[in-house]
């Protein structure tokens, strides 16, 4: 059974830095796209940063780039989200995805494509 554990979070001033990573346990191999999603209170959960397994590519949101990189280790086991001049609208609960099924693609994942969750790990920058 594939599992998503995601560590890393925590509160940080805005300007900060964090790094989230993704332990990836059980065979993936099916799911094309891994990334990263947050969800604010109140707000719908919303694609940040993803990655095409296969080849690499990444994709980012507009909100984030420049500031987030996505990477993921060799093997695939680890996926890492580096979160560099983070900013309060950064806030909120961050979550390692999984996403593969017929159809699906990295460039525009949605939460609605995503096959698995982790549990999430909170993010809080303080102004």
């Known amino acids: 059974q594939v599992r998503l554990v995601e560590s890393g979070g925590g509160s940080v001033q805005a300007g900060g830095s964090l790094r989230l990573s993704c332990a990836v346990s059980?065979?993936?191999?099916?799911?094309?796209?891994m990334g990263w999603f947050r969800q604010a209170p109140g707000k719908e959960r919303e694609s940040v940063a993803v990655?095409?397994?296969?080849?690499?590519?990444?994709y980012y949101a507009d909100s984030v780039k420049g500031r987030f990189t996505i990477s993921q280790d060799n093997a695939k086991t680890t996926l890492w989200l580096q979160m560099n001049n983070l900013e309060p609208e950064d806030t909120g609960m961050y979550y390692c995805?999984?996403?593969?099924?017929?159809?699906?693609?990295?460039?525009?994942?949605?939460?609605?494509?995503?096959?698995?969750w982790g549990q999430g790990t909170q993010v809080t920058v303080s102004s």
């Open positions: 995805a999984a996403a593969g099924r017929s159809g699906t693609y990295c460039s525009t994942l949605n939460h609605g494509w995503v096959d698995l």
């Open positions: 059980g065979y993936t191999g099916s799911r094309k796209c």
């Open positions: 990655i095409y397994t296969g080849g690499g590519s990444t």
